[in-house]
């Protein structure tokens, strides 16, 4: 063992008495000492904080005062515009137009315009549906020579004038949609197969998300988009449909969108030749390419999609493999397609070959056919009846049909705008703004 010697540490004595009163003056000094401490702080972070505001205030009072302004522009516009077609919201609000028996009027309004969006043919129209008086346009171009950058232009009732909002596209416009439970929220797709996602609530002019090479965009242009509104998990959900026969998912991350192949659209030439032919073409299956989908009503997981070769296919998410059914009567491109919104075994389609179908979707065959003579652009369910329906043709009708008062003949038609030379199986798209002569391209009813 070894021992280790250390100097003791220096001791001093210390001596004195302790009482009530000295007690007091020790606390009062130490209570003094963080006063002191405690305003110097609170001096310092003063100088900071001004030092600080000194350096901001022009940029933050610019940025104030150009909010205020922005705002009160905003307002008076809307005050004039109001002022200016008073007699118009009249009508729009208590007036009813007069019709005859088995007939109705239609009322015309307004016209939506923009110097932007000159020459562009409007691919899409969506009512918003949390605030009626919100509707957004696309603009874009059916015409494969004359593609260039696109709009999306969302146009309020209370400002008829110049559109709330609106975002440019490097590509082409060809279909939107609005998310049903979060109606800020606005799908785009565009002809170069690309799908954007904005958000109205943020000032930046940029979209949110967008889809990329990486997770596999679609390679032909997006003629359709939905919103899942069957939203099980946190993240929104959205589906797109495209020429390239592919029917995706897209699920919004935080700054990215992830896909999902849903299904691929492919087509059996034997289900359209004669029997004759019918041998030869058995072994012939190619892809098919989708224009239109729609979602059954009460049924999340089914969907129908109609296709350029003129076949609608009723399909499921579940499974992706195979179709449910397959329905054969249209000749040329599906334009439109949707689920009767009070009867969900009946859905309504529209064709580049004149016509307009009802199916009942446990039949192969359509249940009535309505012949326009024209190419169909659009049809769409009147969402107060089961019974009503409109189609726009390529001449700048549209068409309002109820089928409890007259199948065979319409209640109202009206001119929207002249008819414009040129490809008749694409005059159904396009409505051009700031041409001489304008065709119609899409209608929407407001949702009640």
Known sequence: ERGV???????????????????????????????????????????????????ETPQAKDADSLSSMKWAVKLTERVVNHN???????????????G???EAAVLPLWQFHFSKVKKKDVTGLKWNPRYSDLFAAGYGSFEFQRQGSGFV??????????????????????????????????????????????????????????STVKVNKHTDPVWDVRWDGDDSGSAFRFYSVSGDGRVTSWTLMKNKLESEEVALLKLDYSQLTSPRDSAEATALVGSAGGTCFDFHPSQ?????VGTTEGV????????????????????????????????????????SDWTVKIWEESLTSPVLTFDFEMAVGDVRWAPSSSTMFAAATADGTVHV????????????????????????????????????????????????
């Not at 999340?300 to 129908?304: A, E, N, P, R, Y």
Request: net charge positive; proline share 6%.
């Open 5 to 55: 010697a250390t100097r003791p540490p220096p001791t001093v004595p210390v001596a004195g008495t302790v009482n009530q009163w000295r007690m007091y003056d020790a606390y009062v000094e130490e209570l003094n000492a963080q006063n002191r401490l405690q305003s110097n702080q609170q001096t310092s972070w003063q100088q900071c904080e001004n030092e600080k505001r000194a350096t």
């Open 84 to 98: 200016t077609e008073v007699e118009t919201y009249h009508k729009f609000r208590f007036c009813k137009a007069a």
């Open 100 to 102: 005859t028996p088995g």
């Open 153 to 210: 232009c969302c146009y309020s009732l209370k400002n008829t004038g110049y559109p709330e909002y609106f975002w440019k596209t490097e590509s082409a416009v060809c279909s939107i949609d609005w998310h049903p439970h979060s109606p800020s929220l606005l799908a785009v797709g565009l002809y170069d197969g690309m799908v954007l996602v904005f958000d109205i609530h943020t000032k930046d002019r940029k979209p949110t998300h967008a």
């Open 300 to 304: 999340s997981h089914v969907f129908i």
């Open 312 to 351: 609608i296919f009723k399909c499921s998410k579940n499974y992706s493999g195979q179709y449910l059914q397959t329905y054969l009567g249209h000749d040329m491109s599906i334009t439109g397609v949707e689920w009767n919104p009070f009867h969900p075994r009946v859905f309504i389609s529209s064709s």
């Open 401 to 448: 049909y109820d089928l409890a008062v007259n199948r065979r003949k319409q209640i109202s038609s009206f001119k929207v705008s002249p008819v414009r030379s040129g490809d008749s199986r694409r005059q159904d798209r396009g409505r051009g703004e700031g041409r001489k002569n304008e065709r119609c391209s899409r209608n929407c009813f407001r949702p009640v």
